[in-house]
Protein backbone atom coordinates (compact mmCIF):
# COMPACT_ATOMS: atom_id res chain seq x y z
CA UNK A 1 0.00 0.00 0.00
CA UNK A 2 0.99 3.62 -0.83
CA UNK A 3 2.00 5.42 2.65
CA UNK A 4 0.11 8.81 2.94
CA UNK A 5 3.41 11.05 4.23
CA UNK A 6 1.61 14.02 5.63
CA UNK A 7 -1.17 16.12 5.45
CA UNK A 8 -0.66 18.83 2.58
CA UNK A 9 -3.37 20.82 2.37
CA UNK A 10 -7.20 20.85 3.16
CA UNK A 11 -9.21 23.05 0.31
CA UNK A 12 -11.78 25.61 0.79
CA UNK A 13 -13.57 26.61 -2.37
CA UNK A 14 -14.47 30.68 -2.29
CA UNK A 15 -15.76 32.68 -4.81
CA UNK A 16 -13.58 35.69 -4.12
CA UNK A 17 -10.15 35.01 -2.58
CA UNK A 18 -9.84 38.82 -1.81
CA UNK A 19 -12.45 38.32 0.18
CA UNK A 20 -11.56 35.13 1.64
CA UNK A 21 -8.04 36.74 2.44
CA UNK A 22 -9.85 38.84 4.98
CA UNK A 23 -10.62 36.31 7.06
CA UNK A 24 -8.18 33.71 6.65
CA UNK A 25 -4.93 36.24 6.68
CA UNK A 26 -6.22 39.27 7.96
CA UNK A 27 -8.27 37.62 10.94
CA UNK A 28 -6.79 34.45 11.56
CA UNK A 29 -2.85 35.73 10.46
CA UNK A 30 -2.54 33.25 8.13
CA UNK A 31 0.21 34.66 5.95
CA UNK A 32 0.12 33.62 2.09
CA UNK A 33 3.22 31.36 1.09
CA UNK A 34 2.12 30.50 -2.45
CA UNK A 35 -0.27 31.49 -5.07
CA UNK A 36 -0.84 29.70 -9.02
CA UNK A 37 -3.59 30.38 -11.37
CA UNK A 38 -3.90 27.49 -13.12
CA UNK A 39 -5.86 27.83 -17.20
CA UNK A 40 -7.10 23.83 -16.70
CA UNK A 41 -8.91 23.64 -14.96
CA UNK A 42 -9.35 27.64 -14.59
CA UNK A 43 -8.81 28.29 -10.93
CA UNK A 44 -6.83 30.85 -8.62
CA UNK A 45 -5.36 28.31 -6.08
CA UNK A 46 -3.68 30.42 -2.67
CA UNK A 47 -1.46 28.92 0.20
CA UNK A 48 -1.87 30.01 3.30
CA UNK A 49 0.54 28.59 5.95
CA UNK A 50 -0.98 26.51 9.47
CA UNK A 51 2.48 25.47 10.34
CA UNK A 52 2.34 21.48 9.44
CA UNK A 53 -0.20 22.19 6.28
CA UNK A 54 -1.76 24.27 4.09
CA UNK A 55 -5.20 25.76 3.57
CA UNK A 56 -5.82 26.31 0.08
CA UNK A 57 -8.22 28.78 -1.09
CA UNK A 58 -9.70 27.78 -4.83
CA UNK A 59 -11.74 30.43 -6.59
CA UNK A 60 -13.10 29.11 -10.20
CA UNK A 61 -12.47 31.49 -12.46
CA UNK A 62 -15.00 30.31 -15.30
CA UNK A 63 -18.55 30.08 -13.81
CA UNK A 64 -19.32 27.15 -15.66
CA UNK A 65 -16.55 25.19 -15.42
CA UNK A 66 -16.43 22.04 -13.28
CA UNK A 67 -15.52 24.08 -9.88
CA UNK A 68 -17.68 26.42 -10.81
CA UNK A 69 -20.95 24.73 -10.92
CA UNK A 70 -20.17 22.62 -7.88
CA UNK A 71 -19.19 26.19 -6.43
CA UNK A 72 -23.27 27.25 -7.36
CA UNK A 73 -24.77 23.85 -6.16
CA UNK A 74 -22.31 23.79 -2.73
CA UNK A 75 -21.95 27.12 -1.83
CA UNK A 76 -18.30 28.25 -0.21
CA UNK A 77 -16.38 26.03 2.26
CA UNK A 78 -14.50 22.14 2.57
CA UNK A 79 -13.81 20.75 -1.32
CA UNK A 80 -11.11 18.52 -0.54
CA UNK A 81 -8.37 17.10 1.18
CA UNK A 82 -5.18 17.00 0.15
CA UNK A 83 -2.27 14.23 1.20
CA UNK A 84 1.65 13.83 0.53
CA UNK A 85 2.63 10.32 -0.87
CA UNK A 86 5.38 9.61 -2.49
CA UNK A 87 4.38 8.67 -6.12
CA UNK A 88 1.37 10.35 -6.76
CA UNK A 89 0.48 8.18 -9.78
CA UNK A 90 0.66 5.03 -7.96
CA UNK A 91 -1.48 6.24 -4.87
CA UNK A 92 -3.99 7.23 -7.23
CA UNK A 93 -3.94 4.31 -9.10
CA UNK A 94 -4.21 2.01 -5.71
CA UNK A 95 -6.97 4.54 -4.23
CA UNK A 96 -9.30 5.03 -7.10
CA UNK A 97 -12.42 2.71 -7.14
CA UNK A 98 -11.57 1.84 -11.53
CA UNK A 99 -7.68 1.75 -10.29
CA UNK A 100 -7.46 4.62 -13.28
CA UNK A 101 -4.57 6.80 -12.96
CA UNK A 102 -6.65 9.82 -12.58
CA UNK A 103 -5.55 13.16 -14.55
CA UNK A 104 -2.44 14.38 -13.33
CA UNK A 105 -2.22 18.24 -12.57
CA UNK A 106 -0.05 20.89 -10.84
CA UNK A 107 -0.14 23.23 -7.62
CA UNK A 108 2.44 24.95 -5.82
CA UNK A 109 5.38 23.28 -8.74
CA UNK A 110 4.09 19.70 -7.92
CA UNK A 111 2.33 17.14 -9.47
CA UNK A 112 -1.27 15.97 -8.11
CA UNK A 113 -4.07 13.79 -8.65
CA UNK A 114 -7.81 13.18 -7.33
CA UNK A 115 -8.83 9.94 -6.37
CA UNK A 116 -12.24 8.88 -8.41
CA UNK A 117 -13.88 6.74 -5.56
CA UNK A 118 -16.83 9.22 -5.70
CA UNK A 119 -15.58 10.96 -2.42
CA UNK A 120 -16.95 8.80 0.44
CA UNK A 121 -18.34 10.53 3.40
CA UNK A 122 -18.66 13.69 1.27
CA UNK A 123 -15.04 14.07 1.51
CA UNK A 124 -12.88 14.19 -2.30
CA UNK A 125 -9.20 12.88 -1.47
CA UNK A 126 -6.27 14.53 -3.40
CA UNK A 127 -2.74 13.03 -3.80
CA UNK A 128 1.04 15.42 -3.98
CA UNK A 129 4.11 14.78 -4.30
CA UNK A 130 5.91 14.73 -1.16
CA UNK A 131 9.18 16.08 -0.39
CA UNK A 132 10.53 15.55 2.94
CA UNK A 133 13.54 18.18 2.26
CA UNK A 134 10.47 20.94 1.46
CA UNK A 135 7.84 19.15 3.60
CA UNK A 136 9.64 18.16 6.82
CA UNK A 137 12.94 19.20 7.25
CA UNK A 138 12.55 23.16 6.14
CA UNK A 139 9.31 23.54 8.14
CA UNK A 140 8.81 24.16 11.45
CA UNK A 141 6.22 22.42 11.91
CA UNK A 142 4.07 25.04 13.90
CA UNK A 143 3.28 29.05 13.46
CA UNK A 144 6.13 31.25 15.72
CA UNK A 145 4.50 34.09 17.36
CA UNK A 146 5.57 37.62 16.36
Known amino acids: MTPIRRLDHVAVVVRDTDAALEHFSGRLGLH?????????PPVRLTYLDTGNAFIQLVEPLDPESELGLWLRKHGEGLHHLCFGVDDVRAAVEELSDDGGPGTLGQGR????AFIADGAPHGVVVECT????????????????GD
Not at 32 to 40: K, S
Not at 109 to 112: L, Y
Not at 133 to 138: A, G, L, Y
Request: net charge negative; charged share 45%.
Open 109 to 112: GRPS
Open 32 to 40: VVHRDELDA
Open 129 to 144: EFRRRDDVDRTAGWLA
